[in-house]
């Protein structure tokens, strides 16, 4: 099936501990999201990729970091310089560049830190 | 980036209509109107998204107002289904970023 894959689903860390969330997609997409969601909040956005090679900061980029070697692959990696790292973080795409386009969401990886 | 607002809540009886508003005064002339909705505990679902012009899809429509200062999302026939959070959202600019405010919380009662 096409779609956008986050995983795992759940993510347990020590507190300062890098963390990866893995975000893959098959829909042939070049622009690339990831938000984070804090308990009734709506969605910020860490970082954003319009196409391989190239990312740019959004609005809360302190403490992340991502790559964009392949297409369909946009990883995030929370850093020991995060100071709130507990969140939901969601992934996105969309075939991009360009506004005349759909965003899809993958479910969301779970972040817990202790 | 532009602006939006959209009210923190509504409320809706399942088979009726709805129309959830968003003001975005200060959008540009080539940001499109995007929407997306979001269920408790998962990633938002793309709903519609216009320019000008009104757009009907199978889940809903979009009625953006002449000045393209405020729109509308419409459902036709609300179901239990719907209950989500809302966002309105202006996306274009030259860096495309899609950017999501707090959105509305539908309520849809049986």
């Known amino acids: 099936d096409g779609g956008i894959t986050q995983s795992p689903k759940y993510l347990f860390r020590k507190e300062g501990q890098n963390v990866t969330l893995s975000c893959e997609q098959n829909?042939?997409?070049?622009?690339m999201y990831w938000y984070r969601q804090d308990p009734g909040q709506g969605l910020r956005l860490i970082y954003y990729?319009?196409?391989?090679?190239?990312?740019q900061k959004g609005d809360i980029a302190e403490g992340y970091s991502v790559s964009r070697e392949k297409k369909e692959s946009f990883p995030l990696t929370v850093t020991s310089a995060q100071k709130n790292p507990t969140a939901f973080y969601l992934c996105?795409?969309?075939?991009?560049?360009?506004?005349?386009?759909?965003?899809?969401f993958g479910q969301g990886t779970r972040l817990t830190v202790v | 980036d532009a602006k939006t607002t959209q009210p923190n809540s509504m409320e809706s009886n399942e088979e009726e209509p709805v129309h959830l508003p968003c003001n975005h005064s200060?959008?540009?002339?080539?940001?499109?109107i995007h929407w997306y909705r979001q269920l408790p505990s998962q990633g938002p679902e793309y709903v519609i998204h216009?320019?000008?012009s009104n757009v009907n899809n199978r889940m809903a429509s979009l009625a953006i107002a002449e000045d393209r200062k405020s729109s509308t999302l419409i459902l036709h026939r609300a179901t239990l289904r719907d209950a989500a959070v809302y966002y309105c959202i202006p996306f274009g600019g030259s860096n495309y970023k899609l950017t999501f405010g707090k959105g509305t919380l539908l309520t849809v009662n049986p």
């Open positions: 216009g320019l000008t």
């Open positions: 200060t959008i540009s002339g080539t940001d499109y």
């Open positions: 996105a795409s969309s075939m991009g560049p360009g506004p005349n386009t759909e965003a899809f």
């Open positions: 829909l042939n997409h070049d622009a």
């Open positions: 990729s319009q196409i391989v090679n190239d990312f």
